[in-house]
């Protein structure tokens, strides 16, 4: 019985493989000896293979207080609310500040921040609206008591919604 089972995993990883030989296939197994590792990409000419580590650091003493891993492909963004609640869960308390690099620049995490008084030193992610001389995100105004946000032209607005999780 036990047989059975592993042949039939094994044929549903080979076939996987093969289809993701398509050019059109968007999370690739890499490895059929670790089917989790993916390619992932650093800029259009750099790519990675296998697994990202997402890691908090205490500035001070440069000890590792929070730690993630994730398949090469996995955004960055997507990683910080769980390695904060991973600190909070093993030292008792949320810290006061974080720094973070732009892939971690989304409007959930900014919000999580917020929300948990956490002050967060996150580089600008550069968008099209730069590129096309359109209004970017920090030539917006944010007043955070009334939950308001005014934009180049003067026009505010406080409503908001939350993001639905796309399909994870």
């Not at 500040?97 to 002050?119: C, H, M, P």
């Not at 730069?130 to 917006?140: D, I």
Request: glycine share 6%; proline share 3%.
């Amino acid at each position: 019985m036990f047989e059975k089972e592993e042949e039939k995993t094994t044929i549903v990883m080979l076939k996987k493989v093969i289809s993701d030989r398509k050019d059109s296939a968007k999370d690739r197994i890499i490895s059929v000896v670790d089917p989790e590792a993916r390619t992932g990409h650093k800029s259009d000419m750099r790519t990675i293979q296998g697994y990202k580590d997402h890691i908090m650091i205490d500035e001070e003493s440069e000890i590792i207080t929070a730690v993630k891993v994730t398949p090469a492909n996995a955004e960055d963004g997507d990683q910080l609310i769980d390695l904060i609640t991973q600190f909070k869960k093993c030292h008792g308390a949320l810290p006061t500040e974080t720094s973070a690099d732009k892939g971690y620049w989304f409007g959930k995490n900014l919000r999580f921040l917020y929300e948990n008084q956490i002050v967060g030193h996150i580089s600008v992610m550069k968008t099209k609206q730069h590129s096309q001389g359109l209004f970017a995100p920090e030539h917006f105004q944010f007043d955070k008591e009334n939950m308001k946000l005014t934009c180049p032209n003067g026009v505010s607005t406080t409503r908001y919604r939350e993001k639905k999780n796309r399909g994870k």
